[in-house]
């Protein structure tokens, strides 16, 4: 008996190698702008953190060994976005069949969530301190604000433009991903690529230039990571984790903007009570910033109909219904994959003597139409 | 002034939002407020003229003021249709009512304070009618009018109760020589006559009057159309009232002396208070009623007036304004405000919603959604689904379904004894911390109040599982549950995470801990959390039966590691857990969904953390107290940390993979066999793209496409492969069958080159695996 399909011989032990690994990842976060940009701001970050930490132990300041951790969590925010960024570019395999996009969506909904706590915890805290203003003493408190700010406001100007950017790779990106499997997405990628290198290079050189800020000397990379860009089929990080992550740093920025101006109003003022009152501002616009965010990460994750399909999709229904031959339409589903790529799936109860691949090929077609990129129809046929 | 026009900037911005009325109106809902504004300042200035004059003299004033204005202005004799003697009668009647009336109010008034008179006497007649409607008859109108009453009661019962007026202490006590005449003695005994105290009779009174005046209002409707309009009747009225009421003044003012040492400087306020209070309020409300809807302008025109009159009792009492009163009229003592208390703000806030609930007009009309278009063109609404999901639904009915249907379930109710458990503990820990006044049991009740959240997090998750799919969510709720699982092992990840920080802070530098009121609580908070671990772990031997090897949280829930099946999970549970006896409800409930339910394990989890975390204070305590190893407490800390780290990663890992649309693992195999199987279905050449993925506990999904050979029936294919997936645990199939001539299609319609492209190369991969057919 052969084996008919070839998913038996998938099962090799994976040879673990940590070196290959690192080095393939570190490629591969390389290869794509806007996880490159994650990556650099990730390093930014931590080194601030680590020499804030070391500092602090040098120092032995307490306020500044849990500000360095409270940095720490921050990172595991672009962490999580830079693991999202990879993974979902990995191949499908048989267990996970529509490949990994859904990891950026999980990304954005990590993030926020992690928002909210944080602006939770602060709201808290701004509570208790407002109830009794605690003595905080600011000799320290303004220049590590400032550079954290400084920092983070790099990180807001990197991410902005990253996100302009990639904004509509994620078609190309996931047409690769929803038509076509294993083998055939070779072709594909061979055939699309073509359009999407040009307008990605276009995107690249205007922005590299104007961001790449001088300081860190990575400018080098950018011609070799252009031509990586040629070998993986077009990929972007989706807008749900460059969201997420920019959320997070206008919070940080917002934070440290906060207490500039707390620490400012009490050198000058003796007004301890803004400190309290600032981080609660803070933490509600935090929150309140990343409601969207959730809510849309939520409604994809929970396989609600796309939004953007909600009145497009009746319309939809009713043209299919008035073909010929079709009886009537049943469940269906349609669902956000990732960004910008929706599946859905129907079933059509067409009459006994309808041409039933016609009504596919129709079915199809109006569907696509609306930017359905991947549908399943089972055509039923009636008993009669 | 300058206030006034602020807040005129402020309500019509307030309109703008709520309902967008067009230019035209915008300009008399200004009016009306601004004329509410008037009223608010006439019933304010009347309240401390009232304080010299006697009120049957106040109100003759008034009375005669108004019919003076009122006669001169519309001129009732000679306009219109000569009135017969029957109809003066009947006029008669109507003033001698309305006498009595404002008699009623402004006692109340006296007794009451401006404010609350505002608030309780100013109601329009919609608003009074819909709340007697919906508390005396079967069919009020629905649930949002019973909100609306209940909200009015509230309001009502929140001045009775819990306003704590200091003036109106003062008043109970009142000396037997303070009434100055018939009427107020007598009404003064009626109360008392009651059992109330003084300002608890005002408020009665106030609600007898409004509910005299309603029925007043339309039972004088009537009578306004036979004379010719209501204009005329008040005018008319006013007159024969003041005719009547004149005996009784001079009556008065001959035997007793009047508390006014000037009439002339009591002028200018009591015209102001004809103007705002009788005239402009009338001539603006019959306007705007006949202008806007008679519902939208009693609910504006309410609102405005309390919001007026709060804005009001505010700055009466300001220094300014007592100043400005002092100057117009001296002599008067100002000692006797009522003040604004908080008792008197909250029924204000519920009589602004009851207010605007209950003149809202019942809705009849619910809307649909669009669902399209049918073939004649006439458009189809959806009414089911959303559109009555989201309809009003009364409060008590909505906490006696959710209840019933937390109760239904095993899970839910479990999380719902143990959240009512938790709860209680926290509130009493709360109170305890109140009284004796420790800040540590207070800030440790808050702590397990926000543990709560998790809790809450875990019901609402379980129960909104079960909700219906909509149109929107096709899939139903099922992945909440998912949600609400990872949700929960996030957050105790970014607990443990700075439990884990603050613990490092103080191995570095450990602080001294008062350990005295530690121990008790923490032993409390011990039990509970045990209470709750007996309780879910039974669930907890379900959902990690699934295979997830988490190291640390068993004892209870390792049997069944590494079995797909839900059998194993049963004779493990028996052996574990011999006495709960759950067992029948539980298996069967997940008997289709192959028993994961990361919700219940996320609560788990939770609560596992929390009983480390007594179990590490207690340990902590003890060793602290023993030998006095100050180190102990953090190094717990850390240690417990690690735990819950360890111990919420296999929940996030299946969570994600759910979450990533993974390929359900306990399914590979008889999906893989499965697929096999589909192979060798006669007629089909291959299959391309199976998905499967777990929606919720109980949905998996599937697509797959099947390629056949152009001479099959399509029909028996599906059947059997839908079958076949059926076995395999796929509930949600959908089959697309392709043949050959399906890609000359595709290809001939307006595809794209990718398409054109695809379809080569299955075409390819097909003659190939027909090839392989043909060998074999």
């Keep these: ?72 969590f921050d990172c595991t925010a672009l962490l999580a976005g830079l693991a999202a960024s990879v993974i979902s570019r990995w191949r499908s395999n048989d267990s996970f069949s529509y490949g990994y996009v859904r990891a950026e969506v999980l990304a954005g909904f990590v993030n926020g969530l992690f928002l909210i706590f944080t602006a939770f ?65 070779h072709g594909h990628s061979h055939g699309g690529h073509g359009h999407s290198h040009e307008s990605k290079h276009g995107h690249d050189h205007g922005h590299d230039h104007g961001h790449s800020h001088g300081g ?70 935090i929150g309140v910033s990343v409601v969207p965010l959730l809510r849309e990460s939520i409604g994809i994750l929970m396989q609600r ?53 016609w009504i596919l090929s129709q079915t199809h077609n109006i569907f696509t139409q609306v930017g359905v990129r991947q549908l399943y129809v089972q055509v039923d046929v009636a008993a009669m | ?54 009120i049957v003299q106040f109100l003759f004033i008034l009375k005669m003021g108004c019919a003076m204005i009122l006669v001169f202005f519309q001129k009732p004799f000679s306009s219109g249709k000569m009135i017969p003697k029957r109809q003066w009668i009947k006029i008669f009647k109507h003033a001698v009512m309305s006498c009595v009336i404002s008699l009623l109010g402004f006692f109340g008034l006296t007794l009451c304070g401006p404010l609350r008179t505002l608030l309780l006497f100013e109601h329009s007649d919609v608003v009074v009618i819909s709340l007697l409607s919906v508390l005396f008859t079967s069919s009020g109108g629905g649930p949002s009018k019973t909100r609306g009453a209940a909200l009015f009661i509230i309001a009502v019962i929140c001045l009775l109760l819990f306003d704590n007026d200091d003036l109106m202490a003062k008043m109970a006590e009142h000396p037997e020589g303070h009434h100055d005449s018939a009427l107020t003695h007598a009404l003064y005994t009626g109360i008392a006559f009651l059992g109330v105290a003084d300002h608890k009779g005002g408020v009665v009174l106030l609600v007898l009057a409004l509910c005299l005046k309603v029925a007043f209002n339309t039972a004088s409707r009537k009578l306004s159309v036979e004379i010719g309009g209501a204009k005329r009747l008040y005018a008319l009225s006013n007159l024969v009232s003041a005719v009547v009421l004149l005996p009784w003044v001079i009556v008065l003012s001959a035997t007793t002396e009047s508390k006014v040492e000037s009439w002339s400087g009591l002028i200018l306020p009591f015209a102001m208070i004809i103007f705002s209070v009788m005239i402009l309020d009338f001539y603006v409300e019959s306007i705007c009623t006949a202008k806007l809807e008679t519902s939208r302008c009693a609910r504006y025109g309410s609102i ?48 602004i919603m009851a207010d605007s609930i209950l003149s809202a007009p019942s809705s009849k009309g619910q809307k649909g959604t669009l669902v399209g278009y049918s073939p004649e063109g006439t458009p189809l609404y959806n009414f089911m689904g959303d559109a009555l999901q989201h309809t009003s639904q009364s409060l008590p009915r909505f906490i006696k379904d959710s209840l019933k249907q937390i109760l239904e379930e095993y899970d839910s109710r479990q999380i719902f004894y143990f959240l009512c458990l938790n709860l209680a503990f926290t509130f009493v820990e709360l109170f305890y911390g109140v009284w004796t006044n420790s800040l540590g049991l207070i800030s440790d009740g808050f702590h397990m109040l926000f543990d709560c959240s998790a809790l809450v997090l875990g019901l609402f998750a379980a129960l909104m599982t079960r909700w219906k799919a909509t149109r929107i969510y096709s899939y139903g709720y099922g992945r909440v549950e998912i949600l609400s699982g990872f949700i929960n092992g996030l957050f105790l990840m970014v607990i443990a995470f700075f439990v884990f920080v603050e613990s490092v802070t103080r191995v570095i530098d450990p602080p001294n801990i008062n350990t005295d009121m530690l121990t008790p609580v923490s032993v409390g ?110 190094i717990c800390s850390l240690f417990i940390a690690t735990l819950i780290f360890l111990s919420v990663i296999p929940l996030l890992k299946d969570a994600c993979e759910v979450l990533l649309l993974r390929t359900p693992p306990e399914n590979d195999k008889e999906l893989n066999f499965a697929l096999e199987k589909i192979q060798k279905i006669e007629g089909v050449l291959s299959y391309r793209d199976p998905h499967f993925w777990r929606h919720s506990a109980s949905v998996i999904a599937g697509t797959i496409h099947l390629q056949l050979m152009s001479d099959v029936v399509e029909q028996r294919v599906i059947q059997q492969v839908s079958a076949v997936l059926k076995d395999a645990g796929v509930n949600n199939l959908t089959i697309q069958l392709e043949k050959e001539a399906y890609f000359q299609h595709m290809s001939g319609l307006s595809t794209g080159f990718h398409e054109v492209l695809t379809m080569t ?16």
């Design chain 1, 1 to 72: 008996m052969l084996p008919l399909s070839i998913k038996d011989d998938e099962y090799k032990p994976a040879k673990f190698n940590l070196f290959v690994k690192l080095s393939g990842w570190f490629r591969s976060i390389l290869a794509d702008k806007t996880s490159r940009n994650l990556f650099f701001f990730l390093c930014l970050n931590l080194s601030f953190a680590f020499v804030e930490l070391m500092y602090g132990i040098w120092s032995n300041s307490l306020g500044l060994i849990s500000d360095s951790f409270h940095m720490f």
């Design chain 1, 121 to 185: 915890f602060i709201f808290s805290e701004g509570v208790e301190r407002a109830l009794e203003p605690p003595d905080v003493h600011h000799e320290r408190l303004l220049p590590v604000s400032i550079a954290g700010l400084l920092v983070n406001l790099v990180g807001i100007f990197v991410f902005q433009h990253g996100g302009h950017g990639h904004s509509h790779d994620g078609e190309g990106h996931g047409h690769s991903h929803s038509l076509f499997n294993g083998s055939v997405g």
């Design chain 1, 216 to 285: 860190h000397g990575h400018s080098h990379d950018d011609p070799h990571c252009h031509d990586d860009h040629s070998h993986t089929p077009g990929k972007g990080s989706s807008k749900q984790i460059l969201q997420g992550v920019f959320l997070h740093i206008v919070a940080d920025t917002l934070g440290s903007v906060g207490v500039i101006i707390s620490a400012i109003l009490m050198q000058k003022y003796d007004l301890m009570i803004a400190d309290p009152v600032c981080s609660m501002l803070i933490a509600l616009l």
């Design chain 1, 305 to 357: 109909t796309p939004p953007s399909l909600d009145h497009a999709l009746p319309e939809c229904y009713q043209r299919v219904q008035q073909l010929q031959g079709v009886y009537n339409l049943q469940e269906p589903h349609f669902w956000t994959l990732c960004t910008d790529v929706y599946i859905g799936t129907l079933k059509l109860l067409v009459a006994p003597d309808a041409d039933s691949r």
């Design chain 2, 1 to 54: 002034m300058d206030e006034k026009y602020s807040s005129n900037v402020i309500s019509s911005g307030k309109l703008g939002r709520v309902e967008a009325p067009d230019a035209r109106l915008t300009r008399y809902i200004v009016l009306l407020y601004f004329t509410k504004l008037m009223k608010a300042f006439g019933i304010f200035e009347s309240y401390d003229l009232l304080k010299v004059v006697h």
């Design chain 2, 304 to 351: 405005f007036l309390f919001l007026s009159g709060l804005l009001l009792a505010n700055f009466w009492t300001h220094p300014l304004t007592d100043q400005l009163r002092v100057i117009s009229k001296p002599g008067q003592q100002s000692s006797t405000e009522h003040v604004l208390s908080g008792g008197v703000l909250v029924s204000a806030c519920f009589f």
């Design chain 2, 525 to 634: 908070g011990l039990l509970v959390n045990l209470v709750g671990i007996c309780a879910f772990s039974h669930a907890h031997s379900h959902g990690a039966s699934k295979g997830s090897c988490s190291g640390h949280d068993h004892g209870h829930s390792h049997h069944g590691h590494g079995h797909g099946s839900a059998e194993h999970s049963h004779g493990g549970h028996g052996h574990s857990h011999g006495g709960h006896g759950h067992s029948h409800g539980h298996g069967h409930s997940h008997g289709g969904g192959g028993g994961m339910n990361a919700n219940m394990r996320g609560v788990f989890l939770h609560v596992l953390a929390d009983t480390l975390g007594s179990v590490g204070v207690i340990i902590s305590t003890l060793l602290i107290k023993q030998f006095g190893w100050l180190i102990a407490d953090p």
């Design chain 2, 761 to 776: 190369q299955q075409m390819e991969s097909m003659k190939y695996y027909k090839d392989g057919t043909c060998i074999m």
